[in-house]
């Protein structure tokens, strides 16, 4: 099994396959996985998106943030799903401490379409979404220890790419 000693967390726009590849991910390392949406749920009650509804997007983000500072506290390393809003949060690399980052891209049509399909999601036009997306990934490019474009791949095919870059930290190779 291969072990990094630390937190593996996934972070990119909605649709972008956290979750699907999150779960995958864990199984294959054996780690556990937590993710910020369902951890928001089990806690509150109701989707991001109708908290959003209800409390006001700026409040969800502030939840989400919760979500993952309980996460990233776990001294059991895990594979870690974090809301995409984390992205805008001063200080990120200071809560993520050294995990090993991954940062999920995409063609932004591709991706809103596939995290339509998701009732628990707050509807974005896809001018937003392509916008929101990209200061996003800019902000987290910094301190990413990979970046996997998914629009053409299948979960399996991420989780190969990310274990690869993994291997590659280990042996102390360039990462990217």
């Known amino acids: ?11 990119g726009p909605m649709g972008s396959g956290k979750t699907t590849v999150g779960e995958v991910l864990a199984r294959r390392l054996g780690r556990p996985f937590f993710d910020s949406d369902r951890q928001i749920e089990a806690e509150y009650g109701a989707s ?24 990233i506290s776990s001294e059991e390393p895990a594979v870690i799903a974090a809301a995409a809003s984390v992205a805008n949060r001063p200080g990120l690399s200071g ?9 999920l891209t995409g ?7 596939r995290a339509e399909r998701g009732g628990h999601r707050r509807p974005v036009s896809i001018d937003e979404y392509a916008e929101v997306s990209a200061i996003r990934a800019e902000a987290v490019r910094p301190i990413a220890s990979l970046e996997i474009d998914v629009t ?25």
Request: net charge negative.
């Open 1 to 11: 099994m291969l072990d990094h000693g630390g937190h593996l967390v996934l972070i």
């Open 107 to 113: 063609d932004a049509a591709t991706l809103a379409a």
């Open 152 to 176: 053409e791949l299948g979960p399996e095919a991420v989780v190969d790419e990310i274990l690869a870059g993994f291997r590659s930290r280990e042996q102390g190779k360039p990462r990217y």
């Open 48 to 71: 991001g998106r109708d908290l959003a509804s209800v409390q006001g997007v700026a409040w969800l983000h502030r939840v989400e943030d919760d979500a993952l500072r309980k996460a």
């Open 95 to 103: 809560i993520l401490g050294d995990a090993f980052v991954v940062l």
